[in-house]
């Protein structure tokens, strides 16, 4: 199989034109991007909302729920149901798009409820104490606070997209999950492999980059770094000045 792996990828067919691996990964970060743009839309708003007035929670639950249904099972549902109504490759668009939002949705759900739920409730008393509004607390002090959490739901989100969205091949569409329904189809398990190790590392590539993107915008006192340094220097610089002025004072002494 590992020879014929490394023929494939070798094979100078395999990254050209609109079937080779270039144009099936841009497809594939298409699809991925605009279903996280779509279930953003939905679960975003939905979640500061819950967090922030606590009412109606039971929707986080309800959301968790829908993980529970399978993937292509709801995908066929969809595609039966929408397909005929729309024109062109719309019918095969809009429902992978949607049965991969409606998977996104929980994740980035349960993130932005639960960072804004978990904000201290001292700093939001603070806040308004100094005669903050509802808004401006929720974007000035509960949003900062919940970044973690809310990022983490983006991250979680986003690597199920990017294993998932390997379906939309089934209903004709591109993207990775082309080479491993093709090579499936046509007996040709390196190429199917090939996909496969494919979506694994673009998925690998998107979490680091979202993980960047989280140290960069989450502020170092929310996570325990400190700023100029990590947390372990401070610590050994603190021990450091205690002990120089033990044996200060036992200088003086």
Do not use: C
């Amino acid at each position: 199989m590992i020879p014929s792996l490394l023929e494939w990828f070798t094979d100078p067919e395999t990254w050209a034109g609109a079937d080779g691996i270039p144009a099936r990964v841009w497809e594939h970060l298409w699809y991925t991007g605009v279903t996280m743009v779509v279930a953003a839309l939905v679960a975003v708003p939905l979640g500061l909302w819950v967090g922030h007035t606590g009412r109606a929670r039971w929707l986080v639950s309800v959301a968790n729920s829908v993980r529970a249904v399978p993937t292509l099972g709801l995908l066929l549902a969809a595609s039966l149901w929408l397909g005929p109504k729309l024109p062109g490759d719309l019918a095969y668009v809009v429902p992978s798009i949607a049965v991969l939002a409606v998977l996104a949705v929980p994740p980035l759900l349960a993130g932005t409820y639960g960072g804004i739920d978990a904000v201290d409730p001292s700093a939001r008393d603070a806040a308004h104490g100094v005669g903050m509004r509802g808004r401006q607390v929720l974007w000035q002090v509960e949003v900062p606070n919940a970044l973690p959490l809310m990022l983490s739901g983006v991250r979680s989100a986003m690597l199920q997209v990017v294993a998932t969205a390997t379906i939309a091949a089934i209903p004709g569409l591109g993207g990775l999950g082309r080479f491993i329904i093709d090579g499936i189809k046509l007996g040709d398990y390196a190429q199917a492999a090939g996909g496969a190790l494919l979506v694994a590392v673009l998925a690998v590539a998107l979490e680091g980059l979202l993980a960047l993107l989280q140290r960069r915008v989450v502020s170092p006192g929310l996570t325990g770094r400190a700023v100029g340094g990590s947390r372990k220097d401070d610590e050994s610089a603190g021990a450091e000045e205690s002990g120089a002025s033990t044996v200060d004072l036992r200088t003086h002494a």
